[in-house]
């Protein structure tokens, strides 16, 4: 089953953000990271390691590559669903989400200096990492 063509009959978009996540039902929190694949309005096709049941409602947070009024770093935190998954490639409904300003840090002088390079961790993905310009 392919993933990306079944389940994204409208528009997503191929979006490469580090991303971390946090199992949010009961028991124990499960965490892990990975990368983003896909992205629409209201789904999520996504690499997680290690890999989560179906049903499972998760945290995503994700590095924003844009900056907001060119200066302030952003983190997307998306509330959502596990719906369906391949090996450790997974797609979730997305609930709810915000953006929240991220600390600062190296990542942020890197983002400050005008290149951001988001390294990638899979071979269903360019092996070359992607490199996003910030907007001065």
């Given at each position: ?6 389940l994204?009959?409208?528009r997503?978009?191929p ?19 990975g ?49 369906a ?19 600062s ?32």
């Open positions: 089953m392919k993933l990306d063509k079944k994204y009959p409208g997503a978009y979006v490469l953000m580090k991303l971390r996540y946090k199992t949010v039902t009961s028991g124990a929190p499960v965490t892990g990271a990368i983003t694949l896909k992205m629409s309005r209201s789904e999520i096709l996504f690499t997680a390691d290690p890999s989560i049941e179906l049903g499972t409602k998760v945290e995503l947070s994700m590095e924003w590559p844009v900056l907001l009024d060119g200066r302030v770093a952003l983190q997307l935190i998306a509330e959502a669903k596990i719906t998954s391949e090996d450790q490639t997974l797609t979730a409904d997305i609930q709810k989400y915000r953006f929240r300003t991220r600390g840090g190296a990542r942020l002088q890197e983002i400050a200096a005008g290149v951001v390079q988001w390294p990638v961790a899979r071979a269903s993905v360019p092996e070359q990492p992607v490199a996003l310009r910030a907007h001065a």
